[in-house]
C-alpha cells in the first residue's frame, strides 16, 4: 500500500497501526485474498483493481480515527 501512494495523506504517526489494522481487516473480511496471491504468484489488472479497492474501503474507515 506504501508503494502505490495509498498511506501519502497519513501521519507518519498513524501508519504501524494503518498497516497493523489493515492485515486484520483482511484476516477477517477478505481471507482468501492472501491465498489467491500466493496461488496466481502474480497481481493481475482484475487482482490489483480487487485490492486496491479493499485498501481504499478501508483506508476510508480507518481516516475516521484520526484527529482532525
Known amino acids: ?13 498513524f501508519i504501524r497501526k494503518f498497516e497493523s489494522e489493515f492485515f486484520n481487516f483482511i484476516d477477517k473480511n477478505h481471507p482468501n ?14 487482482l490489483m483493481q480487487k485490492l486496491n479497492e479493499i485498501i481504499l474501503a478501508f483506508k476510508n ?8
Open 1 to 13: 500500500t506504501g508503494s502505490f501512494g495509498f498511506l501519502d495523506d497519513l501521519p507518519v504517526s
Open 61 to 68: 474507515d480507518f481516516q475516521k480515527q484520526i484527529p482532525k
Open 33 to 46: 485474498l492472501e491465498l489467491e496471491i500466493e496461488t496466481k504468484k502474480e497481481l493481475s489488472d482484475v
